[in-house]
Nanobody
Framework: QLQLVESGGGKVQPGGSLRLSCAAS????????IAWFRQAPGKEREGVSC????????YYTESGKGRFTISRDSAKNTVYLQMNSLKPEDTATYYC?????????????????????????WGQGTQVTVSS
């Protein structure tokens, strides 16, 4: 069974940067889509970015576009989210999530629609706080 562990969160000043990591164990990620979601207090969980691990195709929602970069390290079975120019509204718990499929078109759809309900494996989350 796939297990995901996030790390890299913390407190940073506005304009700062953080790199989140999502380390996977229990399976190799070649046939997975891996996504980053975030949830602020009192708000719904929202998708930020997604990567089709096998070919490294990347996708971003408006929340993640322009300032965030998702990437993966196949050797380490790990996905990263580089977050730059952070704003107070980026404050949230960030989760990585994974879903497996043998069909590339389904992996693509997972990333395009980026719905939390489509992902079955989740990490425990890492807190990001952007504040001066």
């Amino acid at each position: 069974q796939l297990q995901l562990v996030e790390s890299g969160g913390g407190k940073v000043q506005p304009g700062g940067s953080l790199r989140l990591s999502c380390a996977a164990s229990g399976d190799t990620l070649g046939t997975y889509s891996i996504a980053w979601f975030r949830q602020a207090p009192g708000k719904e969980r929202e998708g930020v970015s997604c990567i089709m691990f096998g070919d490294a195709s990347t996708y971003y929602t408006e929340s993640g576009k322009g300032r965030f970069t998702i990437s993966r390290d196949s050797a380490k079975n790990t996905v990263y989210l580089q977050m730059n120019s952070l704003k107070p509204e980026d404050t949230a718990t960030y989760y990585c999530a994974a879903e497996r499929s043998d069909q590339k078109n389904l992996l693509f759809r997972l990333c395009i629609y980026l719905r939390a309900s489509d992902f079955s494996s989740w990490g425990q989350g890492t807190q990001v706080t952007v504040s001066s």
